[in-house]
């Protein structure tokens, strides 16, 4: 009787801690530890994930900063093994994705003055895209050996803020997991990754609208990432313009025709870059980068409103408030 | 044919259990999202001092202390909205009027947050 009544007792009540880090607000809910158990577990996560926005913010004094202004410098510095990884796997996104997804872009991030917390413009005039784009930075034209990093290219800089939180995703997992986490749920702002279930059930994500509301919700299986891009994440108003933070590496301008990408993948990090990507690459394109980057449930909202989702999208979103979704094979 | 075929291979027994599970299947539907495009019950605010939860039942005023000064945040029967901000970019008042749940605002500078949630609805929002 007491080993049946045991059964039925309660899990633990979940434990969630919100705080702000890379630039973002992360939550972290987690499930099956007691309180204490999981708070250490947490505060290991937030730890690596101060520890990646020390390094890598891209002007700042960590290492990331370091390269970005060797480079301009026309300088080599060294770089750690992880960074040098992730830059490799970002040179690589890069290519996938025709140039959509770039982490080289850190000069135009800055010129149009989002590499803060609180950007406000003006927009760099015409003159100064012009040259960026001349230059046409990539991390194509970043070599990395032995432990340095250098480029022929001075309008080379690195910015993660595409990848970045995907893989700080992956890193607050793996110090969760480390700590005897089995079932949490990191949210680093758009970027979201499940890991087990949520108190014996999957985990269930709403997904926001552009313009306020929800779009539809999901559930999500252990190990897979929900990344999302949108024109409201991060913008200002400029003589009337909004000006939003997602560039366009072509135009060297922000992207149009679209308002909010969705992206669920089994990796974060793909999961990051290919939102990105796709929200670049527009209402025209966004399905063929989708199928470049081997992303298979995916969704666009375009700029009329409209919402466009590759089937395996169609079948895992489900919609609320009435939305359509219209199936793009 | 398909009509004449659901008439003589169903009993009212077959049709009384189906029903019954058209209603289950219903209601699980909705406890799986419930709440989600439905009325907004609550916000969540998180400012320097941590998180307090707000009933959205009546008008009125909180000032929520933040890492570069106080937010005024304005409450509504169903709504609530950042009405003054101490940062730059003031996106979060730009946001306005946060009406459904899963609906948010967030000053990344002033570290401050809020959220409007419904009744038990999901475990995080993807925006």
């Known amino acids: ?329 | 044919l398909t009509v004449r075929w659901w008439r003589t291979a169903l009993t009212i027994g077959d049709g009384v259990v189906l029903a019954a599970g058209a209603l289950l299947t219903g209601a699980l539907a909705i406890s799986q999202w419930g709440g989600m495009g439905t009325e907004a019950r609550y916000a969540q605010i998180r400012g320097s001092q941590g998180v307090v939860t707000v009933a959205l039942d009546h008008a009125r005023s909180v000032d929520v202390p933040g890492a570069l000064g106080p937010s005024t945040l304005e409450i509504a029967p169903g709504a609530i909205r950042v009405r003054t901000a101490p940062c730059a970019g003031r996106q979060c008042v730009h946001a306005g009027w946060l009406r459904r749940p899963g609906d948010a605002a967030v000053c990344v500078p002033g570290r401050l947050s809020v959220r409007v949630l419904g009744a038990d609805a999901f475990d995080a929002v993807s925006y």
């Open chain 1, 1 to 329: 009787m007491v080993l049946a009544l045991a059964a039925c007792a309660r899990a633990p009540e979940p434990v969630r801690r919100e705080f702000f880090a890379l630039g973002t607000l992360v939550e972290i809910t987690v499930y099956g530890l007691d309180e204490a158990r999981a708070l250490a577990a947490i505060g290991a996560a937030r730890a690596e994930l101060e520890r990646l926005d020390a390094a890598w913010r891209p002007w700042g004094a960590g290492e990331l900063g370091t390269l970005n202004r060797a480079l301009e410098a026309g300088a080599s510095a060294p770089v750690s093994a992880e960074l040098a990884a992730l830059l490799a796997r970002a040179a690589a996104l890069e290519r996938a994705s025709g140039g959509r997804f770039n982490a080289g872009i850190g000069q135009l991030v800055r010129l149009w003055d989002f590499d803060g917390e609180a950007p406000q413009g003006p927009p760099p005039d015409a003159g100064h895209i012009a040259a960026w784009r001349a230059a046409a930075p990539g991390l194509a034209a970043l070599r990395v050996a032995g432990g340095v990093a250098a480029s022929a290219n001075r309008a080379l800089a690195v910015d993660l803020g595409a990848i970045g939180k995907g893989y700080g995703a992956r890193r607050a997992g793996v110090a969760l997991a480390s700590h005897g986490v089995r079932d949490a749920l990191l949210a680093v702002g758009g970027d979201i990754l499940a890991l087990g279930q949520a108190g014996g059930r999957p985990w269930r994500i709403a997904i926001r609208g552009p313009r306020g509301g929800l779009l539809g919700g999901l559930t999500l299986a252990s190990g897979e990432a929900v990344s999302t891009s949108g024109d409201y994440e991060r913008y200002y108003v400029w003589n009337g313009r909004r000006f939003h933070h997602l560039l366009d590496p072509a135009t060297g301008a922000d992207a149009g025709g679209v308002r909010e990408v969705l992206v669920v993948t089994d990796d974060p990090v793909l999961a990051d870059a290919a939102a990105t990507a796709l929200f670049v690459a527009g209402p025209a394109h966004w399905r063929e980068v989708a199928r470049d980057l081997g992303v298979e449930v995916a969704l666009a909202v375009r700029a009329d409103g409209t919402i466009a989702a590759t089937p395996a999208a169609r079948r895992r979103v489900e919609p609320v408030d009435g939305r359509r979704f219209e199936e793009v094979p």
